[in-house]
């Protein structure tokens, strides 16, 4: 059985910084994606980072360019986001998700077979 367990979420002051991770079992995804999005009660859910493979293979919604990296640890199964400079727009339950199939890095939402339990990111201004 397949999960993804995340953890990091937390009340941050805007400029301050915030680090989610995102553990797997049950299989690993080095192939395929696995990235991060983000829902708000107004935008619904949206793309904020994906990551295949290594370090160099990433992509970034245009919000959080230049602000946000997303990484992965191959040995723990794990990928983190980190959050830099953050602004009480990125106030919203972050959701990492996982693909069996999608090996490009702009899968959609539907193209994701596994997801995290979300976590409440709060950026005060």
């Known amino acids: 059985q397949v999960q993804l367990v995340q953890s990091g979420g937390s009340v941050v002051q805007a400029g301050g910084s915030l680090t989610l991770s995102c553990a797997a079992s049950g299989r690993t995804f080095g192939s395929t994606a696995m990235g991060w999005f983000r829902q708000d009660p107004e935008k619904g859910r949206s793309f904020v980072a994906a990551i295949i493979g290594g370090p160099t293979h990433t992509h970034y919604g245009d919000s959080v360019k230049g602000r946000f990296t997303i990484s992965r640890d191959n040995a723990k199964n794990t990928v983190y986001l980190q959050m830099n400079s953050l602004k009480p727009e990125d106030t919203a339950v972050y959701y990492c998700?996982?693909?069996?199939?999608?090996?490009?890095?702009?899968?959609?939402?539907?193209?994701?077979?596994?997801w995290g339990q979300g976590t409440q990111v709060t950026v005060s201004s």
């Open positions: 998700g996982a693909s069996e199939s999608c090996s490009t890095l702009d899968c959609v939402t539907y193209e994701y077979d596994y």
